[in-house]
T-cell receptor, first 112, second 114 residues
Framework: ETGVTQSPTHLIKTRGQQVTLRCSSQSGHNTVSWYQQALGQGPQFIFQYYREEENGRGNFPPRFSGLQFPNYSSELNVNALELDDSALYLC???????????FGQGTRLTVV | DQQVKQNSPSLSVQEGRISILNCDYTNSMFDYFLWYKKYPAEGPTFLISISSIKDKNEDGRFTVFLNKSAKHLSLHIVPSQPGDSAVYFCAASAVFQGAQKLVFGQGTRLTINP
């Protein structure tokens, strides 16, 4: 059974650019959630995807968008990057309706 | 509005003793609670969970207690080992706007001293 994998592990972007982060969910899991973790804080919920559709969103602007593919992998896209977008981005997969979510190692995004 | 709070940013415990990490929540809609452990440069690792219909769940050295009336949960690690040194996050789960969402506390850095 493979775990959750994210790519890339580190990324440096310039303010105003766009970025795409990728996540492969754990086998058997059909739900993917994305979280942003700022330094010294707990992860904050961005949104969740189930059956290739967004089915819930946290307090993040529309320039944060995502996709889920038929194999349940997912992408997080952020447009018009701002300095405050610098954070660790975590992907978590789960079976819909069950509590445990399993996280990938994260992508460290630095916006300069 | 911090719905899940871990009021101790750090905790230091002697090896072999009990570590107790605490977490408080405000929203009665939460129906499932989880503890995660995080090492630097890694994602959170799931440790143990508890449903709101229970008051205790045990898995080896780890026990989670839930006090619904006080909206409080705690994680007990006994005996503590050096490898337990990490940041611990509690998380509360509920369905919000159709999504099963985890709300995390700020984390507690646990240091186990030899």
């Amino acid at each position: 059974e493979t775990g959750v994998t994210q790519s890339p592990t580190h990324l440096i972007k310039t303010r105003g650019q766009q970025v795409t982060l990728r996540c492969s969910s754990q086998s058997g899991h059909n739900t993917v959630s994305w979280y942003q973790q700022a330094l010294g804080q707990g992860p904050q919920f961005i949104f969740q995807y189930y059956r290739e559709e967004e089915n819930g969103r946290g307090n993040f602007p529309p320039r944060f968008s995502g996709l889920q593919f038929p194999n349940y992998s997912s992408e997080l896209n952020v447009n018009a990057l701002e300095l405050d977008d610098s954070a660790l981005y975590l992907c978590a997969s789960s079976r819909q309706g069950l509590g445990e979510a399993f996280f990938g190692q994260g992508t460290r995004l630095t916006v300069v | 509005d911090q719905q899940v709070k871990q009021n101790s940013p750090s905790l230091s415990v002697q090896e072999g003793r009990i570590s107790i990490l605490n977490c408080d929540y405000t929203n009665s809609m939460f129906d499932y609670f989880l503890w995660y452990k995080k090492y630097p440069a890694e994602g959170p690792t799931f440790l143990i969970s508890i449903s709101s219909i229970k008051d205790k769940n045990e898995d080896g050295r780890f026990t989670v207690f839930l006090n619904k009336s006080a909206k409080h949960l705690s994680l007990h690690i006994v005996p503590s080992q050096p490898g337990d040194s990490a940041v611990y996050f509690c998380a509360a789960s509920a369905v919000f706007q159709g999504a099963q969402k985890l709300v995390f506390g700020q984390g507690t850095r646990l240091t186990i001293n030899p």
